[in-house]
């Protein structure tokens, strides 16, 4: 039988050509695919699982939703409803669409406390999540993850135990954030805004919430260096990058000393110096900014860098 006339079989995308052609992190697009169904709906001979050009109109229009503000899951909402009339036929029959499950109920502070304290995951991840898209990071920040570990801290003073309670919730808040922090595809400053931890500072969560806060209200790219930066080290990544913004923290008073801060290189086009956490002590050099929250620490960077 001839196939002279027969029609080409659409091309299928891995999902490393996906991450590259879109400028989404891999990490995302499966966070994508498992929190919201937005995948690749395709597979190989082999059986592997492929994009096709319908699935890429769809992530592309999620991720251009997501980056004028909508949250993650209205962004699914409104990129699985689009008209794909001119995408491709997929090489499988199609199937019917999934009933959308109801959206999650937002937990409160104590819920989440409650079920920290058993170790619960899943209701962690489920509640992390519906606050992370319904309110947002800073929210989310404020009114449920601070006052969890609070609570989290208080049980240990009092008993003495718990650092495995305050160890999975933070596991399950890092894991929340993180598919949050992707730079934005169309970021709204041209030199980066450079986090890390003091030397010895252990504490990064709040470092990630700010990159966090950061891409998905602001589009504003950052690079998170995480906990324990040695001075040197952040040193070597002023001069690589030459952000626009240097910002420190420090969670306790034992890792505030700001000695190492008045050392940081100068640089040309020069940067603003930052600094947040309770643990700085004084002798700040004179050019540092300090923020006390999540919220200032976001206005002032993006006015920094725009």
Known sequence: MSTENAPAEEPGYGIGAVARRLGVPAPTLRT??????????????????????ADLRRLGEMARLIHQGVAPADAAREALGIRLDQ????AEAPRPPSPRPPEAAVPSADMLAR????????TLDEGLSAALSRYGVAWTWQRLVLPVF??????????????????VFSDRVMA?????????????????????????????????ALAAALAT????????????TPPAALA????????????????????GDPEPLGALPALRPPYRLMVGGPGWRGGLPRAAVRVGSLEEAVRAITAALT
């Open 32 to 53: 994508w695919n498992l929190r919201y169904g937005i995948g690749p709906s395709r597979r190989s001979p082999g059986g592997h699982r492929r994009y096709d050009q």
């Open 87 to 90: 995408a491709p036929a997929v």
């Open 115 to 122: 079920a920290a304290a058993v170790l619960d995951g899943r």
């Open 150 to 167: 609070a609570t989290i801290s208080r049980g240990q003073e009092r008993t003495g135990a718990g650092i495995e309670v305050e160890h």
């Open 176 to 208: 929340a954030l993180h598919p949050l922090i992707a730079r934005p595809a169309a970021p709204v400053n041209v030199r980066p805004a450079l986090l890390a931890c003091a030397e010895d500072e252990q504490h990064s969560l709040p470092v990630y």
């Open 217 to 228: 209200r602001c589009r504003v790219e950052s690079r998170v260096l995480g906990a324990r």
């Open 236 to 255: 070597g990544a002023m001069r690589a990058l030459s952000p626009g913004v240097v910002f420190v923290w420090s969670q306790q008073r034992a890792t």
